[in-house]
């Protein structure tokens, strides 16, 4: 599957709200910016339709960026980076959310990053991985006797136990991202950072919820 046809399926998912992988935020009237992160095609605002507001999505996938640029250009402000550099200057945003891409960043890094362009009380979505999800791709790795796989999924397993109990991820071999996590330690880490959160069931997916406190440091 291209990365194209890979989005244009997250487009369909994001549309059709009886697609057991549908999980979408709640645009409440005060969010006149809002910024994606792992956009895609733009599939999320797309399906919110909410594009009467300031919409920024950013993307690593070059290819899905020109596509969004080509198709809806006019409507979101596409930008090519990745999440320890938004393009977005200092308490500029009312929304920040991530519908996937979360779990494959450096999080502590980007949490502090998504802090500095959140205005004070701006909002964040954030969809996450638990520690079941990360098992079933091992064992299912296993069973397969693909031992490749099996190592990245021990590395996610081991990364997620890291963020867990001493607060930081280590890159793979490769220099990429990638843990499951667990909600209470995503809670404090936020807290420290001056977030109210809470987690939330949407659909079978973990969300974290959040509001930045006005005169978090």
């Known amino acids: 599957m291209s990365s194209i046809d890979y989005h244009l399926e997250e487009l369909e998912i994001a549309i059709n709200s009886e697609r057991k992988e549908h999980i979408l935020p709640e645009i409440l009237q005060n969010y006149h910016v809002i910024l994606d992160i792992g956009c895609g ?9 909410c594009l009467d507001r300031k919409c920024i999505g ?17 409507k979101i ?3 090519v980076s990745d999440s320890l550099t938004l393009p977005c ?4 945003v009312d929304f920040v959310f991530s519908r996937a891409a979360i779990p494959y960043t450096n999080i502590p ?3 502090l990053e998504i802090k500095r362009v959140l205005k004070p009380n701006g909002h964040i979505w954030l969809s996450i991985f638990d520690k079941n999800y990360s098992k079933r791709k091992l064992r299912q790795a296993i069973k397969n006797k693909n031992i490749k796989e099996a190592i990245h999924k021990l590395y996610i397993l081991f990364n997620g136990y890291l963020f867990k109990y001493f607060g930081f991820l280590i890159p793979f071999i490769n220099g990429t991202y990638e843990s499951w996590q ?3 330690a995503m809670l404090k880490i936020l807290s420290k950072n001056g977030f109210e959160a809470e987690t939330q069931l949407q659909n079978g997916h973990l969300i974290i919820l959040g509001k930045l406190q006005d005169g978090a440091d």
Do not use: C, M, T
């Open 41 to 49: 095609i733009g599939q999320s605002f797309i399906a919110l339709n």
């Open 58 to 74: 950013i993307d690593i996938d070059e290819e899905a960026i020109s596509y969004g640029i080509s198709n809806y250009g006019d």
């Open 77 to 79: 402000d596409y930008r």
């Open 89 to 92: 200057q200092d308490d500029s």
């Open 109 to 111: 890094k980007v949490l």
């Open 182 to 184: 667990d909600p209470d």
